[in-house]
């Protein structure tokens, strides 16, 4: 059963700074994509950054310039630097993978940054 555990989330003030790790508890070479979502109280979840198994990256627009997503297939983690955080990147954060071989989709349980003055 693969595990995705998040970490990193927590109060920060608007102009900050925080990554945020997502630690697999297998290999990440198994997975075509992995990605971070965010979802803010009252709002869907949405999409914030990808990165295929090739090392391709995609970026919300409501982030580009400010995250970035990146991976250490030794450490089987993946990483989201966020710069320049706004009171609208408020939001629990989550990882999500995609298995190469069966497709499934995992999630980790999420990790929550707080934007505020």
């Known amino acids: 059963q693969v595990q995705l555990v998040e970490s990193g989330g927590g109060l920060v003030q608007p102009g900050g700074s925080l990554r945020l790790s997502c630690a697999a508890s297998?290999?990440?070479?198994?997975?075509?994509?992995m990605g971070w979502y965010r979802q803010a109280q009252g709002k869907e979840r949405e999409l914030v950054a990808v990165v295929s198994g090739g090392g391709g990256t995609n970026y919300a627009d409501s982030v580009k310039g400010r995250f970035t997503i990146s991976r250490d297939v030794a450490k089987n983690t993946v990483y989201l630097q966020m710069n320049s955080l706004k009171l609208e990147d408020t939001a629990v954060y989550f990882c999500?993978?995609?298995?190469?071989?069966?497709?499934?989709?995992?999630w980790g349980k999420g990790t929550l940054v707080t934007v505020s003055a």
């Open positions: 999500t993978a995609k298995h190469r071989f069966s497709g499934m989709d995992y």
């Open positions: 297998g290999s990440i070479f198994y997975f075509v994509a």
